[in-house]
T-cell receptor, first 111, second 115 residues
Framework: KQEVTQIPAALSVPEGENLVLNCSFT??????LQWFRQDPGKGLTSLLL?????REQTSGRLNASLDKSSGRSTLYIAASQPGDSATYLC??????????FGKGTMLLVSP | DARVTQTPRHKVTEMGQEVTMRCQPI?????VFWYRQTMMQGLELLAY????????DSGMPKDRFSAEMPDATLATLKIQPSEPRDSAVYFC?????????????FGEGSWLTVV
């Protein structure tokens, strides 16, 4: 059974810092990995999707990497802003688009 | 713009009552998922459908939960009878489903409190 772990569970940084969120998964037989953002009281918004054949994806200040063989992914946020404050969830697709989620990293960026 | 719509957004009910949550997937999406989110367990897959047929509902307590897709524009999740431990946020998501490489899109959730 696929298990997804995210470290740290919570992170507080001052505005402007670069930061890294970590995700690990136990079964490397995946189709893709996604990073989502969840704001309080809201649903999930997909940030980046990395196919199993890819090593990284970039969108603006966000960069996600994938090392399938070691079961790891990182989400790098450059020059963090208060608007980046949210919970970030990593999810692994092991087939048929069914996702196994980590429990998330709660990020607070203070002005 | 296209989005997954869930109703109700919030529901408070007494233990033992029936609860029905509804989801309208994005038009043209043929795969629909129900997830439950709690502080302790995080997000868990309850059930999913492809072309309205249930493919997997192994994550769902069978004695009290049921999920259906009466038509392509409506998915329902029913709890009968409800219990306090069912208090959670229930998310519906949909995807195009042609292959496993696609992303899926989440609704804003139904926030259920059973007292």
């Amino acid at each position: 059974k696929q298990e997804v772990t995210q470290i740290p569970a919570a992170l507080s940084v001052p505005e402007g810092e670069n930061l890294v969120l970590n995700c690990s998964f136990t079964d490397s037989a995946i189709y893709n990995l996604q990073w989502f953002r969840q704001d309080p009281g809201k649903g999930l918004t997909s940030l980046l999707l990395i196919q199993s054949s890819q090593r990284e994806q970039t969108s603006g200040r966000l960069n996600a990497s994938l090392d399938k063989s070691s079961g790891r992914s990182t989400l790098y946020i450059a020059a963090s802003q208060p608007g980046d404050s949210a919970t970030y969830l990593c999810a692994v697709n092991s087939g048929y688009s069914t996702l196994t989620f980590g429990k998330g990293t709660m990020l607070l960026v203070s002005p | 713009d296209a989005r997954v719509t869930q109703t109700p957004r919030h529901k408070v009910t007494e233990m033992g009552q029936e609860v029905t949550m509804r989801c309208q997937p994005i038009l043209g999406h043929n795969t629909v998922f129900w997830y439950r989110q709690t502080m302790m367990q995080g997000l868990e897959l309850l059930a999913y459908f492809r072309n309205r047929a249930p493919l997997d509902d192994s994550g769902m307590p069978k004695d009290r939960f049921s999920a259906e897709m009466p038509d392509a524009t409506l998915a329902t999740l029913k709890i009968q009878p409800s219990e306090p431990r069912d208090s959670a946020v229930y998310f519906c998501a949909s995807g195009p489903g042609q292959h496993s490489g696609n992303t899926i899109y989440f609704g804003e959730g139904s926030w259920l409190t059973v007292v």
